[in-house]
């Protein structure tokens, strides 16, 4: 019987089977088409003989798993966020870490987009309202919205999802303010026609607010409850980035109160079980985490992550590696 001596690889999710048969040509593939969820205590054996692992935002490495991984060489999220893994701790046992920036900006932009719009002019809830049989005729003052066109649009996170943001406003034009850990050259500010805010500015003074930032122990709960009093009653709120950036339950509040007038929201603090508090809530538009999510978007992000552990695992040296040493 000829024996294998392909590099043992996993891939946690369902993915387009193309890539599986591309990772096949390198790897003794172990995959996951039925695309159960891994559990920590499920993960912990299905890595325990494998030298690398193609896996999502949904799977957790932390120390533990290393501990457990023996053999593990990388990771390769198919994300540009990588707060699902423990980087130190990758680092300290020489796990590559990789993640997929740059072929998700657009698509990403297109949703904080969608979600901008459908809150502005209340979409869903009209949608709604009408699928229930409720429209029994025009009025005047039904369902009046806020204008988006000539707006000013706050951007915290001015990277390259909060830069195609920017590109999209213009065509409504709107005034533009961004707050970044470092401000932008002139050139770049210039060609968004974008103002730099310091946060609390922007805050005060936009009527859309949108976040572009990851999350990690400095971005918790940026926006809590002091953040959201000072921004406008009229003003929305828009998170395509991650949950626990944003306090929930403070938000929940705020809305509740009508102290700002909306939130577009596709990230949750302990997804997918939101707070039951946003259902009650009519003046947001919830989506599941599908930022990224057009079928072209989606299958760049996947073969992205699958290039990084091929480059991984035969040059040692991934395109996007994380934690390069
Ligand atoms: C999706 O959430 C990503 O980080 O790419």
């Known amino acids: 019987m000829a024996t294998n001596s392909k590099p043992r690889v996993l891939v946690t999710r369902e993915v387009f089977t193309d890539v599986i048969d591309y990772l096949s040509q390198h790897f003794d593939v172990t995959s996951n088409q039925s695309d159960n969820l891994f559990t920590p205590a499920t993960l912990t054996p299905a890595l325990a003989d494998k030298t690398g692992a193609v896996i999502a935002i949904t799977d957790r490495i932390d120390a533990d798993v290393l501990a457990k991984s023996p053999h593990l060489k990388a990771v390769c999220n198919i994300a540009v966020g990588y707060n699902n893994i423990d980087v130190p701790a990758c680092s300290a046992r020489k796990v590559m870490v990789t993640n997929t920036p740059g072929v998700l900006d657009e698509t990403t932009a297109d949703l904080t987009w969608s979600l901008i719009l459908a809150t502005a002019r209340r979409v869903t809830e009209a949608e709604a309202w009408l699928r ?33 943001v920017a590109r999209r406003a213009r065509g409504f034009d709107m005034n533009i303010l961004y707050y970044n850990r470092r401000r932008l050259d002139e050139n770049t500010e210039r060609k968004y026609a974008a103002t730099y805010a310091p946060m609390d500015e922007l805050l005060a003074r936009a009527d859309i607010v949108t976040l572009h930032i990851p999350y990690s122990p400095e971005t918790h709960h940026l926006i809590g409850e002091a953040q959201l009093a000072r921004m406008k009653p009229t003003a929305l ?21 009508n102290r700002i007038a909306g939130a577009g929201l596709d990230v949750f603090e302990g997804e997918p079980k939101l707070n039951a508090g946003f259902l009650k809530l009519k003046n947001v538009v919830l989506t599941p985490h599908i930022g990224s999510s057009s079928e072209a978007t989606r299958r760049k992000m996947v073969l992205t992550a699958a290039q990084n552990l091929v480059a991984a695992l035969t040059i040692g040296r991934p395109p996007n590696w994380v934690n390069p040493w």
Do not use: C, P, S, Y
Not at 139 to 147: I, N, T
Not at 237 to 257: S, Y
């Open 237 to 257: 709120l828009i998170n395509v980035a991650r949950g626990g950036v944003v306090d929930d339950v403070a938000l929940i509040k705020t809305l509740e109160a």
């Open 132 to 164: 229930r049989g409720e429209w029994d005729g025009w009025k005047l003052k039904q369902f009046l919205g806020v204008d988006v066109h000539g707006a000013t649009l706050g951007i915290i996170g001015m990277g390259r999802i909060g830069q195609a």
